[in-house]
């Protein structure tokens, strides 16, 4: 059974760092896209980041552009989010997506973390 887990989130500071990471296990698969949304109480999951199989290729919503980064670490199948100053607004759990192809010429297909409750406050 393949697992996608996130890890990392927790109370911090306004201002404060932030690591989060998402490792996926559990099988044999070629991991695509990966991504990382949020979701806020009261509000539907939003898109924050993500990123394409090489790394070379980042997206970011407009929320959190420069001030949060997005990697990978394909060896370790590892997706990380990384922010340097963090706002109360982005208090919310963080949830990661991977796409993945679990066998050769079959279509990929979305796999979602749990997901880790960020809260930012003083």
């Known amino acids: 059974q393949v697992h996608v887990v996130e890890s990392g989130g927790g109370l911090v500071q306004p201002g404060g760092p932030l690591r989060l990471s998402c490792a996926v296990s559990?099988?044999?698969?070629?991991?695509?896209?990966m991504g990382w949304y949020r979701q806020a109480p009261g509000k539907e999951r939003e898109f924050v980041a993500t990123?394409?199989?090489?790394?070379?290729?980042?997206n970011y919503a407009d929320s959190v552009k420069g001030r949060f980064t997005i990697s990978r670490d394909n060896a370790k199948n590892t997706v990380y989010l990384q922010s340097d100053g963090l706002n109360p607004e982005d208090t919310a759990v963080y949830y990661c997506?991977?796409?993945?192809?679990?066998?050769?010429?079959?279509?990929?297909?979305?796999?979602w973390g749990q997901g880790t409750q960020v809260t930012v406050s003083s």
């Open positions: 997506n991977a796409r993945l192809q679990i066998t050769s010429c079959r279509p990929s297909t979305d796999y």
């Open positions: 559990g099988g044999i698969f070629r991991i695509y896209d």
């Open positions: 990123i394409n199989r090489s790394g070379g290729i980042t």
